[in-house]
């Protein structure tokens, strides 16, 4: 089915490791997002890359690096994990910032810094 | 400070009782106001969009409605699987999203 797709599903961590998390669609949109989701908190956006070539930093970016490798993927590197970074990492996409349906998600990635 | 409130927080309803769950909003210019429906372990999925004041949208037993502050997600006669957290998303002038903490919503048979 046509969607987001997102690995891992889950991830437990040791503080200072690091690692990627990967987003691929497969609906032809021109923008992705990357967002963390902690309760009490609502998600918040990491990055986001408006379209391909292109990203730029969101509301909590610190601690995070982005690359858009091409239309269809967006992946998130944590370059040295913390326990801070514990969270439901999720990857959007949206036709163009005009689109009427809103983001497409994915299922998300359960990340454990320990 | 751009910011979306959502209440209650959570709300359960036995099957069959109406009820809405309200979000309010203080952004610099709405683009639109977008509910999602989140079941747990899972990614928000896309109900509606509103775009200016007075307008509503429906789908099944979920209406959602906008004014010029505040939104509300109206459900009527809910069924348990209407078990969820609704998430209100605005989407402001810079075509930045922002996000409320959701309300969860639990329907008793």
């Known amino acids: 089915n046509a969607g987001v797709t997102q690995t891992p599903k889950f991830q437990v961590l040791k503080t200072g490791q690091s690692m990627t998390l990967q987003c691929a669609q497969d609906?032809?949109?021109?923008?992705m997002y990357w967002y963390r989701q902690d309760p009490g908190m609502g998600l918040r956006l990491i990055y986001y890359?408006?379209?391909?070539?292109?990203?730029d930093k969101g509301e909590v970016p610190n601690g995070y690096n982005v690359s858009r490798l091409n239309k269809r993927e967006f992946s998130l590197r944590l370059e040295s994990a913390a326990p801070s970074q514990t969270s439901v990492y999720f990857c959007?996409?949206?036709?163009?910032?005009?689109?009427?349906?809103?983001?497409?998600f994915g299922s998300g990635t359960r990340l454990t810094v320990v | 400070e751009d910011q979306v409130t959502q209440s209650p927080e959570a709300l359960r309803l036995q099957e069959g009782e109406s009820s809405s769950l309200n979000c309010s909003y203080t952004?610099?210019?709405?683009?639109?106001l977008f509910w999602y429906r989140q079941d747990p372990g899972k990614g928000p999925e896309f109900l509606f969009t509103?775009?200016?004041a007075g307008e509503e949208k429906e789908k099944e037993r979920l209406k959602a409605t906008l004014t010029k502050k505040e939104s509300f997600l109206h459900i009527t006669a809910p069924k348990p699987e209407d078990s969820a957290t609704y998430l209100c998303?605005?989407?402001?002038?810079?075509?930045?999203?922002?996000f409320g903490t959701g309300t969860s919503l639990t329907v008793i048979p």
């Open positions: 959007a996409s949206i036709l163009n910032l005009n689109w009427n349906y809103g983001y497409t």
């Open positions: 609906m032809n949109h021109n923008s």
């Open positions: 890359s408006a379209s391909e070539g292109t990203t």
């Open positions: 952004v610099s210019g709405l683009r639109g």
């Open positions: 509103l775009y200016s």
């Open positions: 998303a605005v989407q402001a002038d810079g075509n930045q999203f922002y």
